[in-house]
């Protein structure tokens, strides 16, 4: 089992991750319209092992970190702080850039803005085999087109060769981008919410072409989503963020089965359940939903636990002090404080709304 702060592995799977973040920050300078700077912490002291045909889920609300993390394992932007490794080496800011993102693909959310409007599939598969592979002839870069575009379940590929990315619905266009990616021989594919604009009905092909490949080809693989429930389908492990921090992570079923952290229970108990279906009125979530109130500001993030003001089982010691990482077992941790002070017993004992009910309103607010 992977260990998601740098730390060795607890089980006897000790092979090196293909890629991995250790430790990292990143911090945007911003300035308002009379000049004054603040310092946004969009991601703070992260880590995660990605390894061979696995795939690490990174989940949170939107703002939490999610894509900030995915485009400093991709090299769009440099950390402030911490490392970033390809198979266990640091990569030195400034190295060449080209073999990197040739083993390191990332997949964006909008399919059709990922490919060029103007060109046929053809193009834009051919442009990314002709920059990495300057070697191949045409005949060759077309045969190895259709092959890739058959991977990804479009067949006939030679069907889908000619069309413009505006004669595809958005579940193609998205696996022309995949195919695109798979174009290079990447290690890792990097999925920013893969799924997200895609219409409902076609959501779970895309799950399942992203489980296959990662089995059948052993690609290493992230996939960042605010979606618990796709999340647990799809993935091996999940990690979870909150205002720019890692607050659990481990095995799926660990993380979303029994959570062990107050976030991770509140965002599993909003994820669609039939079987919770009439048993909250539609008063009660608004009363929740504004009790809980908005994530923090990045720029002045609260001091302790960032989740302390919307948590219904914040102490004093919440504000004031970050808590450390328990190790639970089994790969399964969790930074709250209720493991230290043997009440964690709490965050199972019911449902989030429950005990959030009989939490004093000051202290939610405070």
Not at 131 to 145: C, M, N, Q, W, Y
């Amino acid at each position: 089992m992977t260990r998601h702060d740098g730390a060795p592995a607890d089980t006897a799977d000790h092979e090196v991750a293909v890629l991995s973040a250790v430790d990292v920050s990143k911090h945007f300078v911003v300035r308002n319209a009379v000049g004054n700077s603040s310092v946004v912490r969009a991601v703070e002291h992260a880590s995660v092992d990605l390894h061979a045909g696995r795939i690490v889920a990174v989940v949170g609300e939107s703002g939490s970190g999610k894509t900030t993390l995915a485009r400093l394992l991709a090299r769009f932007y440099e950390p402030t702080q911490g490392q970033i490794r390809l198979d266990g080496a640091p990569v030195a800011k400034g190295s060449a850039a080209r073999g990197y993102h040739q083993q390191v693909q990332l997949i964006f959310q909008d399919p059709f803005g990922s490919l060029n409007p103007v060109h046929r599939v053809r193009h834009n598969l051919d442009r990314a085999l002709r920059i990495h592979d300057r070697r191949l002839g045409r005949a060759e870069r077309r045969r190895r087109a259709v092959e890739l575009l058959e991977r990804v379940s479009l067949t006939p590929g030679e069907d889908f060769l000619d069309k413009f990315p505006h004669e595809l619905s958005g579940g193609q266009r998205q696996r022309v981008v995949i195919a695109r990616a798979l174009a290079v021989a990447p290690k890792v594919l990097l999925g920013d919410e893969p799924i997200s604009m895609l219409d409902v009905s076609i959501r779970l092909e895309m799950l399942n072409l992203l489980g296959r490949l990662s089995r059948e080809e052993g690609l290493a693989m992230l996939y960042i989503t605010h979606d618990i429930a796709s999340a647990r389908y799809v993935c091996d492990d999940v990690v979870v963020m909150y205002a720019g921090q890692m607050t659990e992570g481990g095995p799926k079923d660990r993380v979303i089965g029994a959570p062990a952290h107050p976030y991770t229970k509140l965002l599993v108990e909003s994820s669609p359940d039939p079987d919770r279906v009439g048993t909250t009125s539609r008063d009660d979530q608004f009363a929740d939903a504004e009790a809980l109130g908005e994530p923090p500001s990045l720029i002045e993030p609260p001091t302790g636990c960032r989740f302390h003001p919307r948590c219904p089982f914040a102490m004093s010691r919440c504000a004031e002090e970050e808590p450390p990482r328990t190790d639970l077992g089994d790969g399964h941790w969790s930074r709250c404080w209720l493991h230290q002070v043997g009440r964690a017993d709490e965050i199972g004992a019911d449902t989030y709304s429950a005990a959030l009910a009989r939490r004093d309103p000051a202290e939610v607010a405070s």
